[in-house]
C-alpha cells in the first residue's frame, strides 16, 4: 500500500495521468516507487504493450509472461484504477462502504485490479477481462475479501469478466519458459544474427532433426559454420521461441543438454517477429 494516503496524493496522481491512455501511452496507477513491496518487484519492457511494465511480486510477473506470449492478448494494463467507482452506486453492505473511504483523511480509496486485459475474439471483436494476483494465504484475510468484493461488484456491474489468479492457477514452469526466451524478441543488438537469420533458422531446424543431437551441439555447430560469436546459437533459439517461429512444449524445464528429440520442437510457418500481437 501507499505509505500515505491523503488528497494531495490522490490530486497529484491524477494530474500525472495515472490510470490513463492505452498500449505505451497507458501510466499505472502504481508504480514500482510508490509501493513498498512485500515481494520483488520488476521494472520489464514488454513487447506488446511497447513500455515498461511495473510488477510488485514474482506472481505478478509470472502471470504478466503468460499474458505476453498469448496471442490473443494485445493490451495490458497493470494495477489499473477503478477511477469512477464512487459513482457506480454500487450495492454493498454498511461495512464495505467504510472500506470507501480512508478512515483518517476520509479521503475516497482507489481500488485497482491487477492487470486489465484487452483481448481479440475469434471474429477481430476486442473485449476486457480483469484479474487480481493475490497469493492464496492472502484470501484468508478479511480486509482482503473486503477489498475483492468491492472490485468484483464494480466489473460485475459494467459486465466484465473479472477473476482471482493465485499461485495455484498459474503456470509457473510455462511462465519462466517465457521469460527465458522473450530476452531475445528483439535482434537489433546481434545485427550478425538478424542479417541471416532465415538461413539460419533453417540450418538450426536441419541440425535439430539430426539423431541424438542436442540443443547445445546444434548451437556450436551452428556457430563454427557461420562463423559465428559463442551464444549465437542460443539467442537465435530463444528469438525463434519468442517470435513463435519454433514451437515447442512450454510446461516442462528445458534442459539444452538434452537431445532436441524429447522437446517436438516445430518450426512454425506463420510465425515472424510480429507474433507478440498475436
Known amino acids: 500500500m501507499i505509505k500515505e494516503w491523503k488528497d494531495s496524493t490522490l490530486k497529484r496522481f491524477i494530474q500525472e495521468g495515472r490510470g490513463a ?3 505505451k501511452e497507458y501510466k499505472p496507477w502504481l ?8 515481494g520483488r518487484s520488476t521494472r520489464i519492457f514488454s513487447q506488446k504493450t511497447q ?4 510488477l510488485l511480486s514474482d506472481l505478478q510477473l509470472h502471470y504478466y509472461y503468460l499474458l505476453e506470449f498469448d496471442g490473443s492478448v494485445v493490451d495490458i494494463r497493470e494495477h489499473y484504477p477503478l477511477l469512477d467507482l464512487h459513482e457506480q452506486n454500487l450495492p454493498l453492505d454498511a461495512k464495505l462502504q467504510k472500506k ?10 482507489i481500488f485497482t485490479t491487477t492487470f486489465y486485459i484487452t483481448k481479440i475474439n475469434a471474429k477481430g471483436e476486442p473485449y476486457h ?16 475479501i473486503d477489498r475483492l468484493q468491492i472490485i468484483y461488484s464494480y466489473f460485475n456491474k459494467k459486465q466484465i469478466d473479472f477473476g482471482i489468479v493465485t499461485e495455484k492457477d498459474i503456470n509457473k514452469q510455462k511462465a519462466l519458459n517465457i521469460g527465458w526466451f522473450m530476452t531475445a524478441f528483439d535482434l537489433s543488438d546481434f545485427p550478425e544474427i538478424d542479417a541471416i537469420q ?7 531446424f536441419k541440425l535439430f532433426q539430426m539423431p541424438g543431437m542436442s540443443f547445445n551441439r546444434a548451437f556450436t555447430r551452428l556457430e563454427k559454420t557461420y562463423q559465428l560469436p559463442e551464444g549465437s546459437g542460443l539467442t537465435l533459439f530463444k528469438h525463434l521461441l519468442a517470435t513463435k517461429q519454433l514451437a515447442m512444449n512450454l510446461n516442462n524445464p528445458i534442459d539444452l543438454t538434452d537431445c532436441v528429440s524429447t522437446y517436438d520442437v516445430q518450426l512454425k510457418v506463420g510465425g515472424d517477429r510480429d507474433a507478440i500481437s498475436g
Open 21 to 23: 491512455g492505452e498500449g
Open 198 to 204: 532465415h538461413y539460419l533458422k533453417v540450418d538450426l
Open 31 to 38: 508504480q514500482v516507487q510508490d509501493v513498498k513491496s512485500r
Open 129 to 144: 477481462e480483469a484479474r487480481v494476483i493475490k497469493s492464496s494465504t492472502e484470501l484468508d484475510k478479511s480486509v482482503t
Open 51 to 54: 513500455r515498461v511494465m511495473h
Open 100 to 109: 470507501l473511504f480512508n478512515a483518517k483523511t476520509n479521503v475516497p480509496h
